[in-house]
């Protein structure tokens, strides 16, 4: 079994990097022992339901990598099944970057953050983007956001290629005011 994700990244640049730095055998057993990785179990489920917030990187026709946050009610990025996943889209600055970068070039990245628990996923798939009068009826109603004022104007599906579960090393503890007041003693 093969991890996927180690599969996709570990390019022979990549390896060298690692060999350079003393890290290519634990990468090794890594990419030999630590897979698949390619479908969302119910941990990876349970992490994405909790989210309010992740970083998607898509790739420009000139090469460039971009990177956008998305942010909306806790939940709002759904497992469709365990290898899609797809959030409603609302009108924004309209500049429509990562719109445009995936009609030309699907492949994405996401990161999803947990600051407060120090714990980060890291995703790999392949972006569509479908305007939501002409997207499926069921997945619309599946990514809606009942009591979210904003009119959906794209669904945004992601096939999932791969993840990883990132070490917390170096992530910075923060928290959400309700992180904070449930810390605090001041939660109602």
Known sequence: ??????????????????????????????QALGGPNDLIGPR????IAQRDTFYLATIGETGWPYV?????????????????????????????????NAAREDRCSLIMVDYANRRRLKILGRL?????????PDLVARVALTDYPAKVERIF????????????QHITRRYTPEEFAMLSGDAA
Request: hydrophobic share 35%.
């Open 1 to 30: 079994m093969s991890h996927r994700f180690a599969d996709i990244t570990f390019t022979e640049s990549v390896k060298a990097a690692q060999s350079e730095h003393g890290s290519r055998p634990g990468n090794d057993r890594l």
């Open 44 to 47: 990876e489920a349970e992490y």
């Open 68 to 100: 956008q946050h998305r942010g909306g009610p806790r939940g709002f990025l759904r497992v469709v099944t365990p290898s899609q996943l797809a959030f409603a889209d609302f009108r924004g600055n309209t500049q429509l970057i990562s719109t445009g």
């Open 128 to 136: 569509s983007i479908e305007k939501a009068g002409t997207a499926d």
């Open 157 to 168: 599906t992601i096939d999932v290629e791969a993840f990883d579960w990132n070490c917390p």
